[in-house]
């Protein structure tokens, strides 16, 4: 009945073709139809039918022929026997929907199989539509036109959701990797190649190995192969913080967000990668900083509570005492004869001069009068010497050029870092000789303490964790809050240098004391 069909299609405005549902007019190229049938009837129908509805046809006896021309030049859509030898047209499918370049051709297949379980099986296997022979050629045409409308559909939306992909890859702030299911780089944004190193031709094909070396997890090397493992809480999984590589060997800690979509005709995941070395290094130089005013803030509790002990002491130990001697001797007097009444006067005044003295070097210790009304040049000097007699160190002082009077908080922090660091000495350094040099040079106040001593590692008292550091940390602490700075080098042996440089742009003329 169809061949009979055929003979008539020659003919004019009266043939078949006035019935069918399209325009005599169409155009002559409405696109591109592979045939693979082994039929030559059946083929020589179908080529005739699309070609004279304005289709291209390219008309193949078998599935493999029809393969090769579908690679070579992509179709607009695939009609495929169903059994054919060879390659047939469930293997056909197959062999398309496998490769990216084919995969999203629509294919209609053809058998004489009518039943419901073939027609399910042919729409399974990955048919866009099951059509039984025999067929007509208005049926033919419209069932055509269907597939072809659908895909064409299918297309704009792929077309636009890629639209809307590309430009959130492009505006993405995080570098963003595309991976297929063999976890080699498919595309990424500018911002990956800017991290990584990478050009966009050097990423393509690139192993996500590469980027992610399992030899930089130690015990967490299970880390990158969890990327691919199944998500039970949807599309979007958790954060991982990985250690990554760039083109240039370099290292650095990223953190890596997944998620998959449908990408090239494939489902692929999406890596964003964000770098998270800054934040990590400041969120470790915060810790430190917090561990190291904890330390600071417990021994300031013991150095004040040690203070207390320390003035307690000094009053109800010997102040108290030097008064009850003093008391005693005053009522001797009173009783003494006048011969013993002389000797009780010069153990009186002798108590009198020890009481001044102490309370004296307590006073100045707590903070010396000096440092307000004569400066800072007075109040070091002063608080140097008693400090070199105590301990027995030969002191080098020289002042010069100090210029006019500083800010008071200048000229405090200045006195207390001397009066710390003179303390570490006698205490740790176990010195023979201390040189202290304070100048003015332009708007700044210099100061460099230096020893002979065994000195210490550096490194490890800009820690906070030893007791005996703590003492530079209060000293670094002050320098912060009057806006200086402050160098220590130490080498065992070798001694200790301790610079501090102090702004002073502001005289005493404006300070008021």
Known sequence: MELNQLHECSEPAASMWATLPISIDVLNHRGRVVI??????????????LQKAGFEVDALEDGTAALAACKERVPDLVVADLTMPGLGGFELIARLRSDELTAVIPVLILSGRSDEDSRILGIAAGADDYLVKPIGSRELVARVEGALRLARLRLLMAQRQQGDFESLFSTAFDAVIVLNSREEVLTTNARAQQLFGYSAR??????????????????RSGDRQSIWRNSCDGPTRPYLQLQCRRADGSQFIAEIGQSEVHFRNQACLVLNVRDITERIQAQLKLETTMERLRA??????????????????ELHEQLGQELCTLNMHLEMLEKAPNKKSEEHRTDALMTVRLMLERVRSMALDLRPPQLDDLGLSSALYAHC???????????????????????????????????????????HASATE??????????????????????????????????SSLGLIGMAERMRQVGGRLEIESSSPGGTEIRAVFPCAEDAGADSR
């Not at 693979?36 to 039918?49: G, H, I, N, S």
């Not at 690139?206 to 130690?218: C, G, I, K, V, Y």
């Not at 002979?452 to 964790?465: I, L, M, Q």
């Open 36 to 49: 693979a049938e082994d039929d030559a009837d059946m083929r020589t129908f179908l080529r005739l039918v």
């Open 434 to 467: 201390v040189w202290l040099r304070l100048y003015r040079s332009e708007n700044q106040l210099l100061l460099s303490l230096r020893d002979n001593g065994v000195g210490f590692d550096a490194t490890e008292s800009r820690s906070g964790r030893s007791a």
């Open 385 to 427: 010497r008693r400090q070199e007699a105590a301990a027995q160190w030969t002191l080098h002082f020289d002042i010069t050029n100090a210029g006019a009077r500083s800010r008071s908080e200048v000229e405090i922090a200045c006195f207390r870092i001397v009066q710390e660091a003179l303390t570490n000495i006698t205490r």
């Open 202 to 219: 050097e990423f393509s094909g690139l192993l996500m190995a590469t980027l992610l070396p399992t030899d930089h997890f130690e015990d």
């Open 296 to 313: 600071l803030s417990e021994r300031l509790t013991v150095i004040q509570e040690e203070e207390r002990h320390k003035i307690a002491f």
